[in-house]
C-alpha cells in the first residue's frame, strides 16, 4: 500500500510565499485565517528552509519524498517554472536533524483512540 499526497504544499501554506503575501491576495487570505502558533510554525519552517539553502515548497516535497509509505506527491504547477522548481525537490536530501526538527514544527496527530478525543 502507498500513500498519494493531495496538496502536498497545504493548500499554499507551505509555499513560503503566506507570511508576505500582498493584501488582498490568495496568500493573504490564508494568512488572515491562521492562528499566532500557526504563523509562528510557518516561520520556524521558514527559518530551517533557509538554513538548509532550499525553498520552503521544495522542503515540503522533499520531506513527503523521504517518508516510506508516501508513493508520491500530487504536485499543480501553474507554470513550467513552478514545475521545473518542483522537479529540484528530489534532489534534497533532508538529515535526520532535519527531518526531527520538522516533526517539532509540525507534530503529528497522537495514536488513537487519543488523536480522536473530543
Known sequence: MGVFCWSPLGEGLLSGHVLDAAPGTRGALLRDKLSQAQIGQLEAYSDLCRR???????????????????TAPIVGPRTLEQLESALQAVEIELSQETLKE?????????EAPLAYAW
Do not use: M, R
Not at 55 to 61: K, W, Y
Not at 102 to 110: A, H, N
Open 102 to 110: 520538522l516533526d517539532q514544527i509540525f507534530p503529528g496527530y497522537d
Open 52 to 70: 538548509i539553502g532550499a525553498s520552503e515548497a521544495n522542503v515540503a516535497l522533499a520531506w513527503l519524498l523521504h517518508n516510506p509509505v508516501v
